[in-house]
């Protein structure tokens, strides 16, 4: 028989990365969906199949790390072989608007969800394997490398509540042998990024502004380094953790970092447009406390895991840009035949 998977925030960039990577590895991938008055699995829509079709292995579930029955009720329901908590309140700048929904969310819908999960165990007899997403910024103002022993340092209420959800996985793994992995995931990025995510908030620029149908790109601290990779890579990590004979915790990064000035130049270079025409520096778009330099030292994952980030800097960004000028060719198209186009969410990176 398939595994069995569970992941939460599958309609987010690494949640339909990861159920498309174990669907292609044969598994059965269950995901939990926020409720919305609009429809909001665009990223995995490719991947769905209707229930009563044969051969649908992918099945979809309305469910909130704040409801912690409803989780336990999918867990009862869909008897994973292993659980992936993707879901996250995870802008940053958004965490210091609305602090308590963050942690609420990322800190103890953490715990929420190993409790669920500890307790389904216990009843059903059945192993779980857990994989809990962390985040470079738990590291923050930390001297860069930051690696497995490099100690936490938080700069926002993302980043803080995240670092409580990676001891709550600690603590659940020592005091009742649960198989925990954290994944301390630094900076990755693609074509499915959301919007209000700096990097994408500038190749999405790149594509409009060459379409006619931008003037501006307004950001905040451009000096900001940071370690990015491309996710489709980060969530084949993610897999090969709970693989292990051992949970353990990991640092995935590509070992270069570099800044938002240098995303920025080397994607509007990549438009044929000279970057400094068209950005402003909005303050608004500060946070209270920056995190200046962000570096993963993931040489013990590399030796643990045998893995490798395969896409680089430079590549990564192109995949984003060319997706985005299509996307933007696309809008022109159907704008120049009347139909009303406008971007999707808010402008807050």
Excluded at 156 to 163: I, L, M
Excluded at 217 to 232: F, I, K, S, T, V
Excluded at 253 to 266: C, D, K, M, P, W
């Amino acid at each position: 028989m398939s595994r069995i998977a569970l992941i939460t925030g599958i309609t987010g960039q690494d949640g339909s990365y990861l159920a498309e990577l174990l669907l292609d590895k044969g598994y059965e991938v269950h995901g939990i969906i926020r409720r919305a008055s609009t429809f909001n699995t665009d990223r995995i829509d490719h991947l769905y199949r209707d229930p009563h079709e044969s051969g649908a292995r992918m099945f979809l579930h309305y469910g909130d790390l704040t409801d912690g029955t409803g989780l336990r009720r999918i867990l009862e329901k869909v008897h994973p072989d292993e659980v992936y908590n993707l879901a996250a309140q995870s802008h940053v700048k958004v965490s210091f608007d609305m602090p308590e929904y963050t942690a609420d969310v990322v800190a103890t819908g953490t715990l929420r969800l190993l409790d669920a999960v500890r307790d389904y165990m216990l009843i059903s007899g059945n192993q779980v394997r857990f994989y809990q997403a962390g985040s470079s910024e738990m590291y923050g103002a930390a001297p860069a490398p930051q690696g497995p022993d490099t100690p936490f340092y938080p700069r926002s209420p993302y980043a803080a509540s995240k670092v409580a959800a990676y001891w709550y996985c600690v603590n659940y793994r020592e005091a009742y042998g649960m198989f925990i992995a954290n994944g301390i995931l630094f900076n990755h990025e693609s074509e499915e990024r959301g919007e209000t995510f700096v990097t994408r908030k500038i190749t999405r620029a790149v594509g409009r502004i060459k379409h006619g149908l931008q003037d501006k790109l307004y950001l905040g601290n451009m000096d900001a380094q940071r370690d990015w990779g491309y996710a489709p890579d980060y969530v084949e990590a993610m897999w090969m953790m709970l693989q292990q004979d051992e949970p353990d915790d990991y640092v995935v990064a590509t070992g270069e970092a570099y800044s938002v000035r240098q995303f920025l130049e080397l994607a509007f270079s990549m438009g044929g447009m000279d970057w400094k025409q068209f950005v402003q520096i909005d303050p608004r778009y500060f946070r209270p406390t920056e995190v200046d330099y962000l570096l993963g030292d993931a040489s013990a994952t590399r030796e643990k895991l045998g893995w490798a980030p395969k896409v680089g800097f430079e590549e990564l960004v192109q995949r984003m840009v060319d997706h985005d000028m299509e996307l933007a060719a696309q809008e022109k198209t159907l704008r120049d035949a009347g139909h009303s186009v406008g971007l999707r969410g808010l402008s807050d990176a």
